[in-house]
């Protein structure tokens, strides 16, 4: 098992930037693809970003390409989520997510983190 807790959210004004993290405990973190998705109101999970366990290969939404980065931290067992240039659009519960294999598949993740509010005012 491996257990997820972001924070770092909060409210931001447009153009502003944030950084989510995301603290691993259980199974061996630096094992696991980690990947950052996000839920708006009344709209699917969506994927945001990840990568591989060694941080080699990195997927990105076109959505937040150039605007978004992922690292880790295999020895503090974090990953975290750099977000620039923020839009209202980005507004959403962001989740962290832990997966054998890096993907952009919701169903590709094995273990979800609750949940951080990210919102951004115009």
Known sequence: QVQLVEYGGGLVQAGDSLRLSCLTSGRTFSFYAM???RQAPGKDREFVIATSWSGDTTYYADSVK??????????????????????????????????????????????WGQGTQVTVSS
């Open 35 to 37: 990947g950052w998705f």
């Open 66 to 111: 150039g605007r978004f980065t992922i690292s880790r931290d295999n020895v503090k067992n974090m990953v975290y989520l750099q977000m620039n240039s923020l839009k209202p659009e980005d507004t959403a519960v962001y989740y962290c997510a832990a997966a054998e294999r890096v993907t952009t598949r919701v169903s590709g993740f094995d273990y």
